[in-house]
């Protein structure tokens, strides 16, 4: 298991791949964010996306699992605290394979609790074609080692 240590400053995680499915595109849509430019492509075509696209909620939700499948499953993680940002920079579309990668920004030891590690980690994920889609920044709560064995 990796622990706060594993975080250091500039280390990376290799995020994905992780295959864009049609169907999941119009299913996250239909049920969360049921905006036309992710429910037909002829609406989509329409607009300024030009083509059916992800919600960037749903874009979200796929780097949550890469990240879980990355790192987070062999990690001591706490959870966060919350997301500085998130920035949607091209529409994803059924069809792309979104990998990325994760890099840690800031990481420090809790002044309050000793064997809890504070690691700032930003993220970017990219098409196919290396273009990026999205871009986040968020903090990550990681018990240290001394923690795990506690």
């Known amino acids: ?7 250091p400053i500039g280390a990376t995680r290799a995020l994905g791949p992780y295959p864009v499915d049609h169907d ?9 964010d049921p905006q036309p430019m992710h429910l037909d492509a002829a609406a989509g075509e329409a607009g300024m996306l030009g083509g059916l696209s992800a919600s960037g909620w749903h874009t979200c939700a796929m780097m949550m699992r890469m990240m879980a ?40 030891v809790s002044a309050s609790r000793p064997t809890l590690g504070i690691a700032k980690l930003h993220n970017d994920i ?7 889609v999205l871009e986040t920044e968020y903090t990550l709560l990681l018990l240290t080692r001394e923690g795990v064995g506690a």
């Open 69 to 108: 499948d990355g790192f987070l499953l062999a990690s001591s993680s706490q959870g966060s605290p919350g997301v500085d940002y998130v920035k949607w920079k091209r529409p994803v579309r059924p069809g792309d394979v979104l990998s990325g990668t994760m890099t840690v920004r800031e990481s420090r």
């Open 24 to 32: 999941a595109v119009i299913d996250f849509a239909r049920e969360f």
């Open 126 to 132: 990219v098409n196919q074609a290396g273009e990026s």
């Open 1 to 7: 298991m990796q622990t706060f240590e594993d975080f």
